[in-house]
């Protein structure tokens, strides 16, 4: 089992920047593709970014260039910088962790998710 415990949300303005973490309990975590999903009100969740074991990382093209995923295995945690954030980046952010490689945009294929952390932009 793995228990994901997300923090590091908040209310800022756009352009601002915020950092969000993702604490994993676990003695595998070292193996485990990391990812974080968002949920605006009134739609999906969606994919933002995806980290593998070796540390390979994939990014909605949304997101791409403006937001980093990263991973700390001594720490069992996985990171999400989000700089020149918009206010269509509003939404509840979600850590998800699954042992599979591929398909990681999929949200069913992670088997473990947290319970999220809000994060909302002023425009």
């Known amino acids: 089992q793995v228990q994901l415990v997300e923090s590091g949300g908040g209310l800022v303005q756009a352009g601002d920047s915020l950092r969000l973490s993702c604490a994993a309990s676990g003695r595998t975590f070292t193996t485990y593709t990391m990812a974080w999903f968002r949920q605006a009100p009134g739609k999906e969740r969606e994919f933002v970014a995806a980290?593998?074991?070796?540390?390979?990382?994939y990014y909605a093209d949304s997101v791409k260039g403006r937001f980093t995923i990263s991973r700390d295995n001594v720490k069992n945690t996985v990171y999400l910088q989000m700089n020149s954030l918009k206010f269509e980046d509003t939404a509840v952010y979600y850590c998800?962790?699954?042992?599979?490689?591929?398909?990681?945009?999929?949200?069913?294929?992670?088997?473990?998710r947290g319970q999220g952390t809000q994060v909302t932009v002023s425009s």
């Open positions: 998800a962790a699954k042992v599979a490689l591929g398909d990681y945009g999929s949200v069913p294929s992670y088997q473990y």
């Open positions: 980290i593998s074991w070796s540390r390979t990382t």
